[in-house]
């Protein structure tokens, strides 16, 4: 069973910054993909960052690259979103996952099988 568990969600002013945490149980995740994803009220799921097995290859929407820094450390099972110069759009229940066994960077959520239950990032204005 593999069990996701994100944290530091929170709310903060326009410009600020946060970091995410999520803790990962079971022995799969140095093997497999994460992934960051969020959605906002009334929109679909999208992804803000995708990052390899290893941690050396990243990947990021247009929309937030510049301000978010996915990285992971496998020995503690935890991978982590840095948030800055974050913006009232950035506002959003935002989910950890955990990918199906493949052999590329991927940003499709079809892609990703296993989810955390979301934490709630509210950015004033």
């Known amino acids: 069973q593999v069990q996701l568990v994100e944290s530091g969600g929170g709310l903060v002013q326009a410009g600020g910054s946060l970091s995410l945490s999520c803790a990962v149980s079971?022995?799969?995740?140095?093997?497999?993909?994460m992934g960051w994803f969020r959605q906002a009220p009334g929109k679909e799921r999208q992804i803000v960052a995708a990052?390899?097995?290893?941690?050396?290859?990243?990947a990021y929407p247009d929309s937030v690259k510049g301000r978010f820094t996915i990285s992971r450390d496998n020995a503690k099972n935890t991978v982590n979103l840095q948030m800055n110069s974050l913006k009232p759009e950035d506002t959003a229940v935002y989910y950890c996952?955990?990918?199906?066994?493949?052999?590329?960077?991927?940003?499709?959520?079809?892609?990703?099988?296993?989810w955390g239950r979301g934490t709630q990032v509210t950015v004033s204005s």
């Open positions: 079971g022995r799969i995740f140095s093997s497999l993909i």
């Open positions: 996952a955990v990918s199906r066994s493949i052999p590329y960077l991927s940003t499709k959520e079809s892609d990703y099988i296993y």
């Open positions: 990052i390899s097995r290893t941690g050396d290859s990243t």
